[in-house]
């Protein structure tokens, strides 16, 4: 039996079983790997219960993003909704695992339509609508939303 901790039950969105996201990820197998990030690997997962597809951080063991990190980040991107910023659905934490479980986005990252294999492959309409959708999303996140997130 899993005990809940005060902050889980103040911010936690949605806590998912461990196994449910082993099963999602395939084992966290590398052909499910989206990405890596600057703590922790994101790989692709579709939900066994509901077959949704979902991103899936997977903290590193040896990364600087600890449980106050981990903590901070649901409580923020948890209670957060704008249609141009990346949706946390919610969380895992077994032992040593931290795992936060996101929106999938079909299209991937921006950056392969910038830097990688895509790149050249936006028209300039495109790019426009970019830009003003992540100016809105930031816009959001530095004066709109209930805690402010960025400060300039």
Same mark, same amino acid.
């Given at each position: 039996m899993e005990v809940l901790e005060d902050w889980e039950v103040q911010y936690g969105p949605h806590r998912f079983g461990y196994k449910d996201l082993f099963i999602a990820t &395939? $084992? *966290? &197998?590398?052909?499910?790997?989206? $990405?890596?990030? $600057? *703590? $922790?690997r994101v790989y692709r997962g579709v939900l066994p219960t509901s077959n949704i597809q979902v991103a899936v951080k997977r903290v590193a063991h040896d990364s600087r993003q600890g449980l106050r990190e981990f903590v901070a980040e649901i409580a923020t991107m948890g209670r957060q909704q704008h249609p141009n910023l990346v949706r946390l659905l919610g969380y895992c934490r077994r032992k040593q695992e931290l795992l936060l479980v996101y929106d999938y986005m079909p299209n991937g990252s921006l950056d392969r339509f910038l830097y990688g294999q895509l790149k050249g492959t936006l028209n300039w309409m495109q790019r426009f609508k970019i830009i003003k959708d992540i100016a809105s999303g930031v816009f959001y996140l530095h004066q709109q939303w209930v805690q402010v997130i960025i400060k300039f």
């Amino acid at each position: 039996m899993e005990v809940l901790e005060d902050w889980e039950v103040q911010y936690g969105p949605h806590r998912f079983g461990y196994k449910d996201l082993f099963i999602a990820t &395939k $084992g *966290f &197998k590398d052909r499910e790997l989206l $990405g890596r990030g $600057g *703590f $922790g690997r994101v790989y692709r997962g579709v939900l066994p219960t509901s077959n949704i597809q979902v991103a899936v951080k997977r903290v590193a063991h040896d990364s600087r993003q600890g449980l106050r990190e981990f903590v901070a980040e649901i409580a923020t991107m948890g209670r957060q909704q704008h249609p141009n910023l990346v949706r946390l659905l919610g969380y895992c934490r077994r032992k040593q695992e931290l795992l936060l479980v996101y929106d999938y986005m079909p299209n991937g990252s921006l950056d392969r339509f910038l830097y990688g294999q895509l790149k050249g492959t936006l028209n300039w309409m495109q790019r426009f609508k970019i830009i003003k959708d992540i100016a809105s999303g930031v816009f959001y996140l530095h004066q709109q939303w209930v805690q402010v997130i960025i400060k300039f």
